[in-house]
């Protein structure tokens, strides 16, 4: 059974960095791509940024200069860098892969950013 599980969120004062990780298990070949989506209170889930086996990344454009996506495509790890933090990223974070038409999710991880 494919199972993700994400790491790193909690609680920051903005203008701060987190840093999310993201390990598969259960997994044995590489996926396609893996990603981050996140999901505010009474908000629809969103993408924020996406990675492939290639390393070609995609960005929201509300992200775009301060989060960076990076993997480790041998071991099914993906991670966000999360620099210059706003109230309004504050969301759950979901890491998510996939291998042709499967796509797998992560249970999701906190990130608050508050004064």
């Known amino acids: 059974q494919v199972r993700l599980v994400e790491s790193g969120g909690g609680l920051v004062q903005p203008g701060g960095s987190l840093r999310l990780s993201c390990a598969a298990s259960?997994?044995?070949?590489?996926?396609?791509?893996m990603g981050w989506h996140r999901q505010a209170p009474g908000k629809q889930r969103e993408l924020v940024a996406t990675?492939?086996?290639?390393?070609?990344?995609n960005y929201a454009d509300s992200v775009k200069g301060r989060f960076t996506i990076s993997r480790d495509g041998a071991r099914n790890t993906v991670y966000l860098q999360m620099n210059s933090l706003k109230p309004e990223d504050t969301a759950v974070y979901y890491c998510?892969?996939?291998?042709?038409?499967?796509?797998?999710w992560g249970q999701g991880t906190q990130v608050t950013v508050s004064s």
């Open positions: 998510n892969g996939r291998y042709f038409s499967s796509a797998y």
């Open positions: 259960g997994m044995f070949v590489s996926f396609n791509a």
């Open positions: 990675i492939t086996n290639g390393g070609s990344t």
